[in-house]
């Protein structure tokens, strides 16, 4: 095999994908989380051409979502930002939030990381007491904006691609 054919694989690991939701006047990780599975929610339309045997289904668009859960610390700064969302029962415009996913296993431009940046709603779920829990669900809206994200003591700054 040619040298350029080559390539290390690197198992992409968990820290790697970090969330951010933005407090108001910064970004905020969400660390204190034993799950993150970004679910794509494809938009199918199927297409039934009356050349083919059989219909074909097309991708039309994404919805991405997240279900979420926070182990509840009290004092940590990410929760200490979603309570206010369960206690209040936030909706409507109250309950948007600026989202970033930070692919860090990913370079991007500048010395950063592969980077999404969107608004979300946060639509929250469940309180487990008895698994010390805060479940919710960050509902992607109105397109993503590709970019970057550089990383200052933890916190991101994002620019869009061109």
Not at 69 to 88: C, F, H, I, R, T
Not at 94 to 100: P, Q, Y
Request: glycine fraction near 6%; include cysteine; proline fraction near 4%.
């Amino acid at each position: 095999m040619p040298e350029a054919a080559k390539t290390a694989l690197e198992l992409v690991k968990k820290h790697k994908i970090a969330l951010f939701l933005y407090n108001g006047t910064k970004y905020v990780r969400i660390k204190k989380s034993d799950a993150l599975t970004l679910s794509m929610n494809p938009v199918e339309t199927e297409y039934d051409y009356i050349a083919d045997e059989s219909p074909t289904t097309e991708v039309e668009d994404y919805k991405p979502s997240i279900d979420q859960n926070l182990v509840m610390y009290k004092g940590s700064e990410d929760y200490e930002m979603m309570w206010p969302y369960y206690y209040e029962r936030r909706t409507g415009d109250a309950a948007h939030t600026k989202c970033m996913i930070v692919f860090m296993q990913e370079p991007g431009t500048d010395g950063g990381y592969k980077a999404w940046e969107t608004d979300s709603t946060i639509s929250m779920q469940d309180l487990a007491a008895v698994d010390k829990k805060l479940d919710f669900k960050i509902i992607f809206g109105g397109g993503i904006t590709n970019g970057t994200a550089t990383m200052t003591d933890g916190t991101p700054t994002f620019t869009a691609d061109k």
